[in-house]
């Protein structure tokens, strides 16, 4: 699947109209492809803009497909994949865009998969893995804040943090295979306290980065915000104020919303979930079952819940038990139909009015301090993705391991087996020694195009 040998080609502008549409085409056969749908005979100067026509047509009639381009070459290696890549600027029109694809197809080309052009960029080494995940990232990004944290990666900051924490292991290693060649016991060319002392500080660097890690996962991924309460007590009416819709039903029946119902929301610049979940009561059908039933898994998977209760009534025994169930959570309990008087009395819940709108916004500051941990959001999580998480973890374990084998000054050899493995990790993340299988997901996620 990773042939980088064929040119391929894609529309890298999303489906549909617009003022432009551009293609991309990139391979050893670029510019004899893109000659095949311009009538431009000249040589395309490299990096200039060329205005030009489509020459496409079918049963003679090379009007088929009529539009003015402008058309850019990038001859390799400085291109976006590194190989040579012509551009072609067309009118956004659906119908000339997917002809000058056949015409291309026609010339040779193939058509490119999802992510293709950015694997070939990888393959090529214009991007680490690191970066070609991080352009995934910024395309994906809702909110300003995912789309600085993707552009810092795009820029090489955890790429750098993670090099000079592998030079410092392989500055090691060499000074412990030196030592290994000499036959008689000890260490010969570092001393273990000093071993122990360096592996104490990649540690410690480690673990700032993964102090961060939560934060930037959440950042990258968004948090599912699940609100929760028996019937009738204003989930619904909460839901559509704070996500600006009417997405959800609002009537005075009990046992109004049957299923989750979900809605993108930022918060602070925090991209969330919200979502709807059906009241809590010994339902009346099975809808109604299977809608709880639901609610009540939502719940688990929330990365915070938001018990409403009605605060100008008395406490239910369906409240007590979702409050006793949410106690060991991330939670924030509203006190919801303020407006009618607060007479329930319950320490740290916020009053609000979920018609009226009072107390949203500290409803929507608590929101944000409960999962960020109070924690004002610095715009450098420099770590935000599962992958890179869970093999810095593992890297982590690797040197601290290496690090108490070298206070018991344990031979060379063992502390040789976790610091190489270590390493191996730092490749995996930037993508040096990265199985195929591996790759493949990552770039499977991409659109065509990209
Ligand atoms: N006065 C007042 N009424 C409210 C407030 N919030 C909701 N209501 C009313 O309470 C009733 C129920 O509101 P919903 O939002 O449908 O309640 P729900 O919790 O989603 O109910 P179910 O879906 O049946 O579980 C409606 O008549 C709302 O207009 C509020 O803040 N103040
Ligand atoms: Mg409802």
Do not use: W
Request: hydrophobic content about 45%; aromatic content about 4%.
């Amino acid at each position: 699947m990773f042939s980088p040998d064929d040119t391929i080609v894609a529309i890298a502008t999303p489906p549909g109209r617009g003022g432009l549409g551009v293609i991309r085409i990139s391979g050893p056969d670029a510019l004899t492809v893109a000659s095949a749908v311009i009538t431009r005979r000249a040589p395309l100067v490299p990096r200039q803009a060329t205005f030009t026509r489509t020459r496409i047509g079918s049963g003679g009639d090379p009007r088929q497909a009529a539009d003015t381009v402008i058309v850019t070459s990038f001859p390799a290696p400085r291109s976006y994949t590194g190989q040579d890549v012509v551009e072609v600027s067309a009118h956004g029109s659906p119908v000339i865009l997917r002809a000058i694809i056949g015409a291309a197809v026609g010339a040779g080309a193939r058509l490119a998969r999802p992510g293709e052009f950015t694997l070939r960029a990888f393959l090529n080494g214009k991007l680490d893995l690191v970066q070609a995940e991080a352009v995934g990232d910024l395309i994906a990004a809702a909110t300003p804040l995912q789309a600085r944290v993707a552009f810092d990666q795009l820029e090489g900051t955890l790429t750098r943090r993670i090099a000079t924490l592998d030079a410092e292991l392989f500055d090691l290693i060499v000074k412990l295979e030196a030592s290994l060649d000499f036959p008689d016991e000890g260490y010969h060319f570092i001393e273990p306290a000093s071993i122990a002392t360096s592996l104490g500080r990649v540690a410690k660097q480690l673990d700032t980065l993964l102090g961060d890690a939560e934060r930037g996962r959440m950042i990258r991924d968004g948090a599912v915000v699940v609100i929760a309460g028996r019937t009738n007590v204003g989930k619904s009416s909460l839901f559509n104020y704070l996500s600006g819709s009417d997405r959800a039903i609002v009537t005075d029946v009990p046992g109004t919303t049957r299923d989750l119902i979900t809605e993108p929301l930022e918060v602070e610049g925090l991209a969330l979930t919200l979502v709807d979940t059906a009241g809590i009561r010994d339902a009346l059908d099975i809808v109604e079952r299977e809608g709880v039933a639901r609610g009540a898994r939502a719940r688990e998977v929330a990365d915070l819940v938001i018990v409403v209760l009605d605060g100008s009534s008395p406490l239910t025994q369906d409240d007590d038990e979702l409050l006793e169930r949410t106690s060991d959570v991330a939670r924030v309990v509203v006190l919801n139909k303020a407006d009618r008087g607060v007479t329930l009395e319950l320490p740290g819940a916020l009053a609000v009015s979920a018609t009226r709108g009072d107390g949203v916004p500290d409803l929507r500051l608590r929101i944000h301090a409960v999962l960020t941990g109070d924690e004002p959001l610095r715009d450098t999580a420099a770590i935000s993705n599962l992958r890179h998480i869970s093999l810095l973890r593992d890297a982590r374990t690797l040197v601290e391991s290496a690090r108490l084998a070298a206070i018991e000054a344990t031979p060379e050899e063992f502390l040789l087996v976790d610091l190489q493995a270590a390493r191996a990790h730092f490749d995996e993340i930037v993508g040096a020694r990265t199985p195929d299988d591996v790759l493949r997901q990552i770039f499977e996620r991409f659109c065509i195009g990209k």
